[in-house]
């Protein structure tokens, strides 16, 4: 059997563990949405197509617009209703890939701030006891993807009578709430700061001497006491702004010293106090780290007009010093952008999932693990289209089984980490396209656009085997309103 390899953090499709080993991820995901057209159609239905040249009257008409939109049009899934869904994650393999010590302590956090709303009768046990799986190595399948990914959940979950737009969790619908906020220009909001513990992730903002906290897609507070905070989001551990994040179990920062006490300080004005990690004398002494080059790339995104503007904001800054491209690479790499994503932790990401890890299982079966028996899994996806409706964009595997649909590239990299349970890693490499993917192993070319053999003189064989190329692919197309998946 091939020993499949892991990245030691997850940046394409990030688990609730990946986010909280990194707390770096949270940004990228919400310039990753600004990325979506999709967002921008959201946008617009959420605050009218003349919304450009209506300025709201005052930031808390826009805030509870957007609020009152996202409440009514997602589903928040519970724990347990996201194992049913996803399936669930095993321990063990997050402690080989993210250390035994991180995936301890953020499980041994969350079943205890769990436990403890139980136990007030806060939570349903039927949709939050969590005390079983974790006890069967098990842990609900969290993981946070952009607003496309969203949507396919609606569209692959949803009952037909009354499909929402998208299912989500806490961190997908503070991702969303940030994002709408950074694309939207009736208001200039002055800042923005994600407030989060392992259980829950929510927003706290302002403009002016306004200031308010997102919760979730359910509740927008514009005023509220610190009691309220200590038992929605107890000890808070993060602090995550566009000029970088703060930790509080290591006191790291790459958020400016005197940034995170104003911070602080606006907290307390706002909540009639501070909750116990983030008091001055509870607080580590600060390990400063540079700063985060994603504050250029909010700086320039809040000044674009459309997808294809932040699209090509991104692509600019490829071409640009190491830390800011680097930068722009993992934003891209996070919205699936072909042209733009590191394919090397494509493939890495490629390699993890529930579903993959069961068809995977399957093939562990001798008569199974054969290349004809990772074909006939490709086959079996009956669905042609991306869930990104975009030829530019790639699904990840698991994705690509969950929806039952994908395009000939996201079908070539389902198949790329299949056969590389037949042959091993570094045996496979897989061509991208504008119009084909083709797979070559030891056994010849398939090409996914036409599920049929190629023949082998007419395959250009690139320089590097064993990964993924890319040639003469297509700049991203924004699609039709009411084409995506999701639309209602």
Same mark, same amino acid.
């Given at each position: 059997?091939?020993?499949?390899?892991?990245?030691?953090?997850?940046?394409?499709?990030?688990?609730?563990?990946?986010?909280?080993?990194?707390?770096?991820?949270?940004?990228?995901?919400?310039?990753?949405?600004?990325?979506?057209?999709?967002?921008?159609?959201?946008?617009?239905?959420?605050?009218?197509?003349?919304?450009?040249?209506?300025?709201?009257?005052?930031?808390?008409?826009?805030?509870?617009?957007?609020?009152?939109?996202?409440?009514?049009?997602?589903?928040?899934?519970?724990?347990?209703?996201?194992?049913?869904?996803?399936?669930?994650?095993?321990?063990?393999?997050?402690?080989?890939?993210?250390?035994?010590?991180?995936?301890?302590?953020?499980?041994?956090?969350?079943?205890?701030?769990?436990?403890?709303?139980?136990?007030?009768?806060?939570?349903?046990?039927?949709?939050?006891?969590?005390?079983?799986?974790?006890?069967?190595?098990?842990?609900?399948?969290?993981?946070?993807?952009?607003?496309?990914?969203?949507?396919?959940?609606?569209?692959?979950?949803?009952?037909?009578?009354?499909?929402?737009?998208?299912?989500?969790?806490?961190?997908?619908?503070?991702?969303?709430?940030?994002?709408?906020?950074?694309?939207?220009?009736?208001?200039?909001?002055?800042?923005?700061?994600?407030?989060?513990?392992?259980?829950?992730?929510?927003?706290?903002?302002?403009?002016?001497?306004?200031?308010?906290?997102?919760?979730?897609?359910?509740?927008?507070?514009?005023?509220?006491?610190?009691?309220?905070?200590?038992?929605?989001?107890?000890?808070?551990?993060?602090?995550?702004?566009?000029?970088?994040?703060?930790?509080?179990?290591?006191?790291?920062?790459?958020?400016?010293?005197?940034?995170?006490?104003?911070?602080?300080?606006?907290?307390?004005?706002?909540?009639?106090?501070?909750?116990?990690?983030?008091?001055?004398?509870?607080?580590?002494?600060?390990?400063?780290?540079?700063?985060?080059?994603?504050?250029?790339?909010?700086?320039?995104?809040?000044?674009?007009?459309?997808?294809? +503007?932040?699209? $090509?904001? %991104?692509?600019?800054? !490829?071409? #640009?010093?190491?830390?800011?491209?680097? @930068?722009?690479? &993992? =934003?891209?790499?996070?919205?699936?952008?072909?042209?733009?994503?590191?394919?090397?932790?494509?493939?890495?990401?490629?390699?993890?999932?529930?579903?993959?890890?069961?068809?995977?299982?399957?093939?562990?079966?001798?008569?199974?693990?054969?290349?004809?028996?990772?074909?006939?899994?490709?086959?079996?996806?009956?669905?042609?289209?991306?869930?990104?409706?975009?030829?530019?964009?790639?699904?990840?595997?698991?994705?690509?089984?969950?929806?039952?649909?994908?395009?000939? +590239?996201?079908? $070539?990299? %389902?198949?790329?980490? !299949?056969? #590389?349970?037949?042959?091993?890693?570094? @045996?496979?490499? &897989? =061509?991208?396209?504008?119009?084909?993917?083709?797979?070559?192993?030891?056994?010849?070319?398939?090409?996914?656009?036409?599920?049929?053999?190629?023949?082998?003189?007419?395959?250009?064989?690139?320089?590097?085997?064993?990964?993924?190329?890319?040639?003469?692919?297509?700049?991203?197309?924004?699609?039709?309103?009411?084409?995506?998946?999701?639309?209602?």
């Amino acid at each position: 059997m091939v020993a499949l390899q892991h990245p030691q953090i997850n940046r394409i499709t990030p688990t609730l563990f990946d986010a909280a080993a990194d707390s770096s991820l949270i940004l990228p995901l919400v310039l990753a949405n600004a990325a979506s057209s999709r967002l921008w159609r959201l946008k617009d239905r959420l605050l009218g197509e003349q919304q450009e040249h209506t300025p709201a009257a005052e930031p808390v008409e826009l805030l509870q617009t957007l609020q009152a939109g996202l409440n009514r049009m997602l589903t928040h899934v519970s724990p347990l209703e996201v194992a049913e869904t996803n399936g669930c994650l095993r321990l063990a393999d997050l402690a080989q890939r993210l250390g035994e010590h991180a995936v301890a302590e953020t499980t041994a956090r969350i079943l205890a701030m769990i436990n403890v709303a139980l136990a007030s009768g806060q939570l349903d046990p039927a949709r939050y006891d969590l005390a079983p799986l974790i006890a069967a190595g098990s842990f609900p399948a969290y993981t946070y993807g952009t607003v496309d990914v969203i949507a396919a959940t609606g569209r692959y979950l949803g009952r037909p009578s009354r499909r929402p737009f998208g299912m989500t969790c806490c961190l997908d619908e503070v991702a969303l709430f940030a994002a709408l906020l950074l694309i939207q220009r009736r208001q200039r909001i002055d800042g923005v700061a994600m407030l989060a513990n392992p259980c829950h992730y929510s927003l706290f903002g302002w403009c002016g001497a306004q200031s308010w906290w997102f919760y979730g897609k359910n509740e927008l507070f514009l005023t509220v006491g610190l009691e309220t905070l200590e038992q929605r989001l107890a000890d808070p551990t993060t602090l995550v702004t566009r000029r970088g994040s703060w930790q509080h179990s290591s006191g790291s920062s790459s958020i400016p010293a005197a940034e995170l006490e104003a911070m602080c300080q606006r907290l307390q004005a706002f909540f009639g106090g501070l909750p116990a990690g983030l008091e001055p004398q509870q607080r580590r002494a600060l390990i400063p780290l540079p700063a985060s080059p994603m504050d250029v790339l909010v700086e320039r995104v809040m000044g674009c007009a459309s997808a294809a +503007a932040v699209q $090509a904001v %991104l692509r600019a800054a !490829l071409a #640009e010093a190491e830390p800011l491209a680097n @930068a722009a690479r &993992t =934003v891209l790499t996070m919205a699936r952008d072909l042209a733009g994503l590191d394919l090397e932790q494509v493939l890495l990401a490629a390699r993890e999932g529930v579903r993959l890890r069961q068809a995977l299982a399957a093939m562990q079966t001798p008569a199974l693990q054969t290349p004809a028996a990772a074909r006939a899994v490709v086959a079996a996806i009956a669905g042609e289209t991306s869930i990104f409706a975009d030829a530019g964009r790639l699904a990840m595997p698991e994705e690509t089984l969950k929806f039952s649909t994908g395009s000939h +590239a996201d079908k $070539a990299l %389902l198949l790329h980490v !299949l056969l #590389e349970q037949c042959h091993g890693i570094g @045996a496979v490499t &897989t =061509v991208f396209e504008a119009q084909t993917s083709v797979v070559l192993s030891p056994e010849g070319a398939f090409c996914t656009a036409t599920m049929q053999w190629q023949e082998p003189d007419r395959i250009e064989r690139p320089a590097i085997t064993g990964g993924l190329v890319r040639r003469g692919l297509l700049p991203l197309q924004p699609i039709a309103k009411g084409d995506e998946p999701g639309s209602q």
